[in-house]
């Protein structure tokens, strides 16, 4: 049984379907994958400029809507410069 | 039903799955689920320049729903079996 159980309370990265990315602490799930982030962040991506980071607070997402849910090593991640990436924004899923 | 057995049958493999949206990633497949929802560890990024988005990323969470392939390694299944069990849900099928 592939469970989400192993990421609650963890730092961690959605993806979703229209290609935004969301970074959050994982507090709940349902068996639908239906997830409640706290101190949800969204993290936007250009090619001119680093990332902008968009505090959303505490946000039920919705389980049909998630492309995948990664763990974040906080140390990693701590030593990402965000100003300094430049990437696409990631494509949309595409049926 | 049967592509979760096979699934399950692959665990601790390294796989890489493409999804709907070209990102492509390759881990070692630690479960799988009835909606073919995937779980990987020790991931990579197949083009890591183009999605950095996932650079404090170890281990994830796949959709079932967003995956387009997932390659596995070649002998990985043993195709003979798999049809024979594939003709034999068919059989079972039809007869309903």
């Not at chain 1, 049984?1 to 602490?25: C, E, F, H, N, P």
């Not at chain 2, 197949?46 to 999605?51: I, K, P, S, V, Y």
Request: proline fraction near 3%.
């Amino acid at each position: 049984m592939s469970s989400l159980a192993g990421y609650v309370d963890k730092l961690v990265l959605m993806i979703l379907q229209d290609g935004r990315t969301i970074v959050g602490t994982l507090a709940g799930f349902d068996q639908k994958s239906n997830i409640v982030l706290s101190n949800s962040t969204e993290r936007v991506y250009s090619l001119e400029e680093g990332v902008e980071e968009v505090p959303l607070g505490l946000y039920l997402v919705k389980g049909d809507t998630i492309t995948l849910i990664a763990e974040i090593d906080p140390e990693k991640d701590s030593a990402i410069d965000l100003s300094s990436i430049r990437a696409e924004p990631l494509p949309a899923i595409r049926y | 039903m049967l592509i979760f057995s096979v699934f399950k049958t692959l665990t601790d493999q390294r796989v890489t799955v493409e999804l709907k949206n070209e990102l492509s990633i390759t881990g070692t497949l630690k479960s799988v689920d009835q909606f073919l929802n995937i779980r990987l560890d020790n991931i990579s990024v197949h083009d890591e320049a183009r999605h950095p988005h996932m650079m404090a990323v170890k281990n994830c969470f796949i959709r079932g729903s967003v995956v387009r392939y997932v390659q596995i390694p070649a002998g990985g299944v043993d195709t003979q079996l798999l049809e024979d069990a594939t003709r034999r849900e068919a059989a079972t099928q039809t007869k309903r």
